[in-house]
Every structure is written in C-alpha cells, then in structure tokens.
C-alpha cells in the first residue's frame, strides 16, 4: 500500500486517511459536499469516490437520508473509504465497492439512486500531460473514463427527476453542460468558483436533473479569498455541517 496520513477535517468533524500521493481532500471536496441538499430516505451514490471523503462528510451532514454509496475503480482508494466509514462510525450507512463506471450495468440496477455526484477528472488525457503515477492519472487525467462515461453511469443509475451534482475545471464548463445535455441530465444551476475578486474563475459547481426542462440558473460567484486575500466566510461556512446548501 502506498503511504498515507490520517487527517482531521471539517475542524475534527471527521478524521481520515488519505493517500500521500494520489487524492487528497481539497477546497473542490467541502464545496462539493457542501453544494448539496438531501431529503429523508433518498439514496446516494458517489462515482470515483476516492478514499471516500465526499460521502462521508454528507453521511454525517444529512443523517436523515437512507444510503450512501460509493464506485472506486482503484482497489486501494476503495478499501481506504471502507476503513475511513469504519473508523468514523459510518461504517452500516455508507459502504464503497471497487469497480469501473463504464461498467455500471454490473454493479447497479438502473434508476436505484436519487442522486449522484462526481468530482471528475479535471484534464483530457489527449490534450494534457498525464501523470507517471497511476492513482494521480486516473483522478487528474481521465485515463479511466471521460465525461461522457460519467454522463452516461449518471443517467443510468439515476431515477427521473434525479439530481446530478458535480465539481469541474472551469475551462470545461461548455463541453460538461453539451455533453450532460445530450446524456439526458438537463442542467439546473451553476456557480463558477474563483481564487479571488477580480481571477478568472477556476472551477465550477453544477447541479442537473435527469429529465429536467430547460431552464439554467447562473449563482453569483463564489470567492476562495476577498480582496485582502483572507477566506471569505461563504467558504468558511462550507466547512460546517450545519452550512446551507451553496448551490
């Protein structure tokens, strides 16, 4: 097994190992997670869940919903996220399975989640240097899926009116909303993040609805830092799990 550290996040809320070299928790997971809003009993799914943060920080977030699930392709990352739900006392409501989304049919049965998310890997292999190390590769590089793969396990697994939530480079946002679009999930709401007041945006959170109508919601920005460079509080809020949805 490669090397890892246990860390505490969300100020202790959680404590977690994490790989030293592959994925890690970022500013991306809280705002993912925290872009999110769960009702009672709704059932939740994680594609490419890593060592499990996202799911666990919403497991804790929203003990009202019935069932988190998460897809790792690497089996080390997986039973990682398996040992971190043990080890946070989760362990009977949130489980992680290793295996591929472009082999979903396998793994699921079609419409069995009220929502999925992904943080995808941010660069196309063919038009970015791709990573020698091979956890770094499939989380940064796309090397084991592209984003149509995902828009299609989604649309899968989805039930109608199934929320899609996700996490991306901002440069990708026109190629994310066509190919989302063209895979049943009709886009409800974006909100570009940016470092600062004044940068372009960096990434962007996205929020879709399997067969949604047309109609997309632009949030207003959300800034890493204000003008003198400290963390704004909508991102400190973020980091609490008692923080509103920020999408």
Do not use: W
């Not at 470092?195 to 996205?206: I, R, V």
Request: proline share 6%; net charge positive.
């Amino acid at each position: 097994m490669s090397k890892t550290t246990r860390d505490d996040i969300l100020y202790g809320e959680l404590s977690l190992l994490q790989p030293v070299e592959g994925p890690r928790v970022s500013v991306d997971t809280v705002l993912l997670s925290a872009a999110i809003a769960l009702r009672k009993g709704e059932k939740v799914l994680e594609l490419g869940c890593a060592h499990g943060a996202v799911l666990l920080i919403l497991a804790r977030k929203f003990p009202q919903a019935s069932r988190f699930e998460g897809l790792e392709i690497c089996k080390e990352l997986a039973d990682m996220a398996a040992e971190n739900a043990r080890s946070n006392g989760l362990e009977n409501r949130a489980i992680f399975t290793h295996g591929d989304l472009k082999d979903i049919r396998s793994h699921y049965a079609p419409g069995s989640f009220d929502v999925v998310l992904m943080n995808p890997p941010y660069n196309d292999p063919v038009k970015s240097r791709v990573s020698p190390h091979s956890i770094k590769a499939v989380a940064r590089h796309g090397t084991a899926c592209t984003l149509e793969d995902v828009a299609g396990a989604a649309n899968f697994l989805l039930k109608p009116r199934g929320r899609f939530y996700l996490v991306l480079r901002a440069s990708r946002a026109a190629e994310a909303l066509s190919l989302l679009r063209r895979g049943g999930l009709e886009p409800k709401r974006i909100r570009f993040v940016h470092s600062g007041p004044g940068k372009d945006a960096s990434t962007f959170l996205l929020g879709a609805m399997k067969g949604g109508r047309g109609g997309l919601v632009v949030d207003p920005p959300l800034f890493i830092t204000d003008d003198c460079g400290n963390y704004t509080p909508e991102l400190m809020a973020a980091y609490s799990l008692e923080s509103p949805p920020c999408l």
